[in-house]
Every structure is written in C-alpha cells, then in structure tokens.
C-alpha cells in the first residue's frame, strides 16, 4: 500500500481488525520512511460492476460515490453511523448479487430509495428530488402527498 503522505510503496500493518459491518477489515498502517500512519479499509468485491447512465455512458460503479450521495440525504439525521454503512453493504451485495456486471443507473437509483424509505422518509425525500431532479416546490408536494396515507372521511 503506498503511502498517502510520501509516496513511499513500503508500509507496514500494525493492527487489522474487522470493522464496525464486519464486511471491511480495517487496517492501521505505518510509514517507515515519513512515520505517517494511516488506515485502510479492505472489502470483499464479488464482481467488477459498470453503470450505464441514462446517456448510454457507461462507468465503473464507484461505493464512494454512492455512499457520498446516501451520506448527504442522510447529513443532520439522527442515524447512527453503522446503520448507514450496513444500508449501503447491503445495496452492494444486492447490486452484485444481481448476476449482472452492467447495471442501469435507475435501477440503482430505485434500490437507493427503496432502501432510504425504510430507514427515513426525510433521507428518502432529499435522494429522490435530486434522483427525480425536481425543479419546483411543487414537485416536492405532489412527491410528499404521495408518501401520505390516504385521508379517510370520518362522517
């Protein structure tokens, strides 16, 4: 693993663990050129997967960026931290699972919010106007109006 601070490509582990999911170890590391000390995160990765974006692009499917834009909806909620890193596991392992290696983007999309709605409707509501692009207030009410149950006459 090369260093992040001097480049140097000879570092040394000192300490693995498994991290908070158990499906990532976690390893302290050390530099025995600049003394920095650093750490890395190694997962198990079933298959390489390719998004194809609604353009026809395609892209090598990036957890990052998928746990950036979760990690956004989900900023300011009270959600514990494990949780979210459970959610977003699990959205890769369905992604993998799906016996495919290039997979649409809105069918990511769909699974995101799938999973967003059952941990927070306010998450839900944050990915899906930007996944959906809405441009007015309107958008987000008529979004809003379709979470709710619908409102029965009590005559």
Do not use: W
């Not at 699990?90 to 809105?106: A, C, H, K, Q």
């Not at 059952?118 to 998450?123: E, F, G, K, L």
């Not at 990915?127 to 809405?134: L, T």
Request: with cysteine; net charge negative.
């Amino acid at each position: 693993m090369r260093c992040p601070f001097c480049g140097n490509i000879d570092t040394q582990v000192k300490d693995s663990r498994p991290a908070e999911d158990h499906v990532a170890i976690r390893r302290r590391r050390f530099c025995p050129a600049c003394g920095g000390r650093f750490t890395t995160y190694e997962r198990v990765q079933l298959r390489d997967l390719v998004v194809i974006k609604s353009t026809g692009k395609r892209e090598d499917f990036d957890r990052d960026k998928l746990e950036r834009s979760i990690r956004i909806a989900m900023q300011k909620r009270a959600i514990e931290p494990e949780r979210i890193d459970q959610m977003i596991s699990g959205i890769v392992r369905r992604l993998e699972s799906m016996g495919e290696t290039d997979i649409p983007s809105g069918t990511i999309g769909e699974i995101v919010m799938e999973s967003l709605a059952r941990i927070d409707t306010v998450a839900y509501v944050r990915f899906a106007s930007v996944y959906k692009n809405f441009q007015a207030a309107d958008d987000f009410e008529e979004f809003v109006s379709e979470l709710r149950p619908p409102e029965t006459d009590s005559e």
